[in-house]
């Protein structure tokens, strides 16, 4: 399979399965696929396979690829894992400079956020996608790496929910929080993009435990 097309089933399946609802399962069959996309089986399972690498999805023979659903209580642990990730990516790319091409390109990103018409959770997703797999061109250690991507896209999955449950609240903290970002990127420190990024994962921890803080009391009243 020619690279290009490779590269760009796997993005757009990233997508999808990112707009399966946390709390919800879905199969993607080969077969079907192959017909989507216009190509055999083979290459279909190629990209299957690397997005199982990134725990996206559980291959089951005979059955297909199934995009698993998440228990409610992993919401704080993958925000949590994120900030802790992300500080320990930071501590490792210490040293790491971006490039002009990549700074120009965080400032395009964010630029195309602050300034989108469509505020639905498919941009939400493709746009937050395109600012991952450019965090991810600087880490080469590949065991980070992948601990991150893996977490990246599945904090992706909740915060998608977000914006379709509030997306106007959930729109304005992705700007402000990509605007940290190209700031960030803007020193030219890879360490200071990803310290903002744990910073930001460390504010949504706060948010959670006072939503279930908040939650409990209620329960308590109802009950009392």
């Known amino acids: 399979m020619p690279q290009n097309n490779y590269a760009g089933i796997l993005d757009l ?11 919800e399962e879905a199969i993607l069959k080969e077969t079907e ?6 190509m055999s089986r083979t290459p279909i399972r190629q990209v299957l396979q690397s997005l199982e690498r990134e725990h996206m999805l559980a291959i089951r023979s005979g059955y297909g690829s199934c995009v698993l659903a998440y228990d409610p209580e992993e919401r704080s642990q993958s925000f ?3 900030r802790d990730l992300s500080w320990a990516t ?10 002009q091409a990549k ?3 965080y400032a395009a990103i964010a ?11 498919e941009s939400y997703v493709t746009l937050a996608g395109r600012m991952i797999l450019l965090h991810l061109t600087e880490v080469k250690d590949p065991i980070l790496r992948d601990a991150l991507m893996s977490t990246f896209w599945r904090v992706l999955r909740w915060r998608a929910d977000d914006v379709r449950n509030d997306p106007e609240a959930t729109w304005d903290v992705f700007t402000r929080t ?16 990803m310290q903002a990024i744990a910073g930001i994962g460390d504010d949504f921890v706060e948010q959670i435990k006072k939503a279930e803080e908040a939650d409990k009391n209620n329960l308590s009243i109802v009950n009392g």
């Open 111 to 121: 630029q195309t956020i602050s300034s989108a018409n469509v505020r639905d959770a």
């Open 13 to 23: 399946l990233r997508v999808r399965i990112s707009l399966v609802p946390p709390g």
């Open 90 to 99: 930071a501590r490792y790319c210490e040293h790491v400079k971006l490039d």
């Open 103 to 105: 700074v120009i390109e």
């Open 80 to 82: 949590q894992l994120l």
């Open 178 to 193: 990509t605007m940290d970002i190209r700031d960030a990127a803007e020193t030219g420190s890879f360490y200071k993009v």
């Open 33 to 38: 696929l192959s017909k989507e996309f216009g």
